[in-house]
């Protein structure tokens, strides 16, 4: 529920009109008190500065001194001095303390009432009528007041807030009164102490022009109250909800805070040093709470609790908002002690005050109070309506904490629902939710149906509703509950509705059903939307946020989430993390140096720890910090993790495993004591270490023993530090064959010739196994049965590229592609498309431009995942030691991979390279409807299906309109294949079609240098790769048979073109008949593999009606056509 929140007490006006700072009252009074003899002109002069001094009871003093003496000397008294006195005893007693409200009233009422024809006197007892209850008397005055000005503010103020209907009556009220700043902070003013807050119903907005608050005055302090009650309104309404405990209670970046304390400050420094700096205690306190509320200082903490014991009592919002502080510190009793003393001077028992006792009670585990509590509150209603539903669903959770047994929770929870409820359907949404919320019923289709009743309720309010809309999502129905939502809830404004709102979205959208398309994305904006607009930082909405724009990779948005979380809240080091891995992705090197300067160094958290201090060392800033982190983590003898990587990585930092010369102090000594080694740090200059400083490797020594007198001499073998001492310690660690560190300790054989036999034996057995498991994937993959992705994933461990240079670089590898035949056709004038392109196609793409100079007219569209994972690849690369050999062991032997010793450097060049292209020719697309799916899935299933991110990114770019996915996926085929949808494309037709010049022989024969599987063969091809094959030159024409088999590319086409293939063979003189029919044998053989018994008819019958084109040769062909035939029919 939202609650009021306002810190305006009562409807006092501070006993003025309606002041605008600019009426010249006071002066106006004592020039005329100038009609007096001219031996008091003296005394009002001072008395004119005490006012102005801020010195009124000095002043008071004095006008009473003038009053007698006025009184005494009769024959020069009239009524306008008289009234005038009195108008000035009003006036100082109106700002001193000890006089009620009432007596200042009546000074200034007498002093109209003798001097009635005075305007100034007029308009101000027209509203000091109403701080004596004299309501009718006040119109009468406002009435005749506004038939000699009708635009007089103080009037209308009266006869709007005398109404009976204010709402209605602020329409009559003329538009140039009622615009203006003065009479809509009164009314304001008068409308919030009276709980209404709605202003919007009133036709009224609150605004400050803060260039009209420069320097308090005499005058303008009634409007400095104001304006300042009515700014710190507005800030403590603009929380979400009304703090009673809890954790987070801070708002930071608000410029209406911040003012609101330069003005506080003001205010209070003015009036410091006068006679009336006591009226100043409302302002210090708020003051002081403002300053906690936007720092958490204990300073100010302290100040509030100073001036709240100097308030009058009782005041609930004083306590009110003391004890929120007093919460927030933790500190139950003195909550509790405040609460009781508010209470023992008969202070109004307030829903807010049962709330606060219970909270307190609840956290100071006071079991018999709460039941006592509760049995009082129960007795203090006598009808259940808005306010009370929602302080009683927190009351029965406390109580239910507190009560022994769900038989005994029922029974206090059935007297609540004995009580009369305002409206009946407040009744079922309080029985739904306790049952929901606190007995846990199994019935839920019964309680689902009690919902189902009251949603389309009108007896209920919004907040009921919310309420609703919460039970039906605890419930499994949180696309329900946004639809009631959706009904009512304005999404433009920062409330709690919206807050609930958004997070019912996400349990939408990570409940396994399907999700309607576009509600991640309508999740995305909302987020932004109260980053960008509410005053108040909420954790758990930025959370959310960062995980949405770090699945897509947005890392604009990313970063400015994380250093909201980062810097808002620093003790969580999560968010420390979060936003130097930003920073890390987006090169921004400077800031991560800068922020390393002021992190810790010590970890509770050693996974945590691992990863901040591998940002540090892998990018080399502060590199010296990033060190220190991992040191501290792995002199943990329990962080095993810490101690792998400080072991592994111990190449990337070995500039800090030093050696020395000499010995000093905090050194590590390793030295021989009568041929025994040891080991010691040398932590102090006296005893037996103080005899080791100074002595350099090498140096001898003797040792007398004190006791035996035993001479011992010691050698200097070795002097390191800290860093260099941990390592060699986990290394012995790492030699013990049952450690906790993952690692074996391997006896390297001392021959190394024998060494291949030695790897053999440790890491055949495993390496045949993989290599099986391998193999079998990869004749799975080249066989279409599953996908370039798939592959990538199960043999390639997710390297992309990787995958790409190896299938279309190993001779003995093929990269298989989908068949022109199957995608969709595609014409140039086919409006306006936008290509997308996953991994394998934009390699491709950048190997045309490179080598057969394409030059692409589209813009590609690419997803942010595809180059954020190149530029990870990058980064690991520069961050790992560079390596020029690798072996594959198998029981069969040891294959030995070399690599030049610049490779390092040649794979960053080559990877930044495609980079380079990507910014060239793509647009980069976030792709973020894949939210709608990847927020259902579970952590555990994100870390094992990494890779499918790629898929899923491809899916969802070649479903939408006016797209086509480029690909040599089957599974992307596939799926759009099953979908229905004619949005794939190979990467062949693609290029057939905008650059079908470029697509020659020399293109063709790039893609079978690749190792193409699956693209279409054309006779000129077909004929120049079996010339280079017949004449022993370089050659793909074992390939091009392979592409030619039907089972690659399903195409009945290849039935003419081996016919004419066939008939240039056997027309070549220079090949031997023999050889003919060899090469005819080889034709047929590929091309029947996957041919249907029909298809192979069809071939026949097209054989024997092109038998003329043959001569004397068709026998030669048929017999070999028959053979195969024979054969793949038995097959």
Not at 604 to 610: C, F, K, Q, V, W
Not at 654 to 664: A, P
């Amino acid at each position: 529920m939202e609650y009021n929140k306002n810190i305006i007490g009562s409807a006092e006006t501070q006993g003025g009109d309606v002041i605008n700072g600019d009426n010249n009252i006071l002066i106006k009074i004592v020039d005329g008190l100038s009609l007096l003899l001219n031996d008091y002109k003296k005394q009002l002069d001072e008395f004119n500065s005490l006012i102005l001094a801020f010195k009124p009871k000095t002043a008071l003093d004095l006008i009473i001194n003038l009053e007698k003496r006025v009184n005494e000397n009769s024959s020069k008294s009239d009524n306008k001095i008289t009234s005038k006195i009195y108008f000035l005893k009003g006036l100082c007693k109106r700002e001193l303390e000890g006089f009620p409200k009432e007596e200042s009233a009546l000074d200034f009422i007498k002093a109209y009432n003798l001097n009635n024809e005075d305007e100034e006197l007029k308009i101000r007892a027209c509203i000091e009528y109403l701080n004596i209850s004299e309501k009718s008397k006040a119109i009468d005055l406002a009435n005749n007041i506004l038939l000699l000005d009708n635009y007089n503010l103080t009037a209308w103020f009266v006869k709007s807030v005398t109404s009976d209907d204010i709402k209605s009556f602020l329409q009559s009220v003329p538009k140039i009164v009622h615009d203006n700043y003065t009479f809509q902070h009164n009314i304001i003013y008068f409308l919030l102490g009276k709980k209404n807050n709605n202003l919007k119903d009133y036709g009224l907005k609150l605004s400050f022009d803060f260039n009209k608050y420069v320097e308090v005055t005499f005058e303008n302090r009634p409007a400095w109250i104001i304006c300042l009650d009515l700014l710190m309104t507005t800030i403590i309404n603009r929380l979400p909800k009304k703090y009673v405990s809890g954790e987070n209670f801070i708002i930071q970046d608000d410029p209406e805070l911040v003012k609101a304390i330069d003005l506080l400050e003001v205010y209070i420094n003015r009036l410091e040093l006068t006679e009336i700096s006591n009226t100043s205690k409302h302002q210090k306190f708020f003051l002081n709470y403002l300053k906690y509320l936007s720092t958490n200082d204990d300073l100010y903490f302290k100040s509030v609790g100073q001036h709240y014991n100097e308030l009058a009592k009782p005041h609930w919002f004083y306590t009110l908002f003391y004890c929120q502080l007093t919460n927030h510190k933790k500190e139950f009793e003195l909550s509790l002690y405040n609460l009781l003393e508010y209470e023992r001077v008969k202070g109004e028992l307030h829903l807010e005050f049962y709330l606060f006792k219970f909270i307190v009670l609840h956290f100071l585990s006071k079991d018999e109070e709460i039941e006592k509590l509760y049995t009082k509150y129960l007795n203090s209603i006598s009808i259940i309506d808005y306010r009370h539903l929602f302080i009683l669903i927190d009351i029965l959770d406390i109580v239910q904490q507190h009560t022994d047994g769900n038989d005994k929770f029922i029974v206090q929870f059935n007297k609540v629902l004995e009580k009369r409820f305002d409206v009946d359907d407040l009744k079922v949404l309080l029985k739904a939710t306790i049952e929901l919320k606190c007995i846990g019923y199994n019935d839920k289709g019964a309680i689902l149906s009690s919902l189902d009743s009251i949603k389309e309720s009108n007896l209920i309010d919004n907040n009921c509703k919310n309420l609703i809309a919460e039970n039906l999502n605890k419930l499994g129905k949180p696309l329900d509950s946004l639809n009631l939502m959706d009904t009512y809830i304005d999404k433009t404004v920062i409330s709690e509705s919206l807050k609930l709102y958004i997070f019912i979205l996400q349990s939408l959208l990570q409940n396994k059903e399907e999700t309607p398309k576009g509600k991640a994305q309508e999740l995305l904006k909302l987020l932004k939307f109260w980053r960008e607009e509410s005053n108040y930082i909420e954790e758990s909405l930025l959370r959310i946020e960062h995980d949405l724009y770090a699945k897509i990779n947005d890392l604009d948005n990313l970063e400015k989430v994380d250093k909201l979380l980062y810097c808002n809240f620093p003790e969580n080091f999560s968010y420390l993390y979060f936003y130097l891995t930003v920073l890390e992705r987006k090169s921004s090197f400077n800031e991560v140096k800068e922020i390393s300067l002021s992190i810790p160094t010590v970890y509770d958290d050693e996974r945590l720890g691992i990863a901040i201090s591998g940002v540090l060392l892998r990018n080399k800033n502060n590199v010296k910090k990033g060190f220190e982190i991992l040191y501290k983590l792995a002199i943990d003898q329990n962080n095993t993790e810490a101690r792998q990587n400080y072991f592994a990585g111990s190449l990337l930092f070995n500039d800090h495993f030093e050696n020395y010369n000499s010995v000093e102090l905090g050194h590590w000594v390793i030295h021989i004591v009568d041929g025994k080694i040891e080991k010691r740090k040398i932590v102090k200059a006296e005893g037996i270490q103080k005899d080791f400083l100074g002595k350099k490797v090498g140096d001898k020594f003797i040792n007398v023993n004190v006791l035996t007198n035993k001479e011992s001499i010691i050698e200097i073998k070795e002097i390191f530090n800290d860093a260099l001492n941990l390592f060699r310690d986990i290394a012995n660690e790492a030699e013990n064959p049952i450690n906790e560190l993952g690692l074996q300790s391997l006896k390297i054989p001392d021959d190394i010739n024998e060494f291949p036999k030695f790897l053999v034996e440790q890491f055949g057995s495993i390496g045949t196994t993989e290599k099986i498991r391998k193999d079998n994937l990869l004749n799975d993959y080249y066989n279409s049965r599953i996908g370039f992705l798939a592959i990538v994933h199960t043999v390639f461990k997710g390297k992309f590229i990787e995958a790409y240079l190896n299938l279309t670089n190993n001779k003995d590898s093929r990269f298989t592609t989908i068949p022109n035949i199957f995608t969709a056709k595609l014409q140039k004038e086919e409006g306006i498309l936008k290509f997308v392109l996953d991994f394998s196609t934009l390699v491709l793409f950048y190997y045309l431009e490179i080598e057969l100079k394409f030059k692409f007219k589209h813009k590609f569209i690419i997803s942010q995942n595809t180059k954020c994972q190149i530029q990870n690849e990058i980064i690991l690369i520069n961050n790992s030691p560079e390596s020029t050999l690798s072996v594959n062991v198998t029981t069969e032997g040891v294959r030995n991979h070399f690599y030049p010793d610049d490779i390092n450097n040649q794979r960053v060049v080559f990877l930044q390279s495609i980079i380079n292209w990507i910014d060239n020719n793509c647009e980069i697309d976030l792709v973020a409807e894949k939210l709608d799916v990847v927020l259902k899935l579970t952590r555990k299933e994100e870390i094992e299906n990494s890779i499918i991110d790629n898929m899923i990114d491809s899916l969802h770019l070649s479903i939408r309109e006016n797209h086509r996915i480029v690909s040599s996926d089957i599974a992307v085929f596939l799926f759009e294949t099953n979908k229905g949808n004619n949005n794939f494309l190979n990467p062949e037709k693609y290029l057939l079609t905008y650059y079908f010049e470029n697509c020659n022989y020399s293109f063709y024969r790039f893609l079978l240098k690749s190792n193409y599987l699956g693209i279409d063969i054309n006779f000129e091809t077909l004929k120049n790769e079996f010339s280079a094959f017949k004449n022993g030159k370089e050659n793909y024409y074992l390939l091009v048979l392979e592409n030619l088999q039907f089972s690659v590319n399903n195409n009945p086409d290849v039935i003419i073109l081996s016919i004419e293939f066939l008939e240039y063979i056997y027309f070549d003189n220079l090949i031997s008949i023999t050889d003919k029919n060899n090469y005819a044998f080889q034709l047929f053989i590929n091309i029947f593999n996957g041919m249907s018994v029909e298809l192979i008819r069809q071939y026949q019958s097209c054989l024997i009606n092109k038998s003329t084109l043959f001569g004397n040769y068709y026998d030669h062909i048929f017999n070999e056509f028959t053979r195969v035939k024979t054969m793949s029919i038995k097959s």
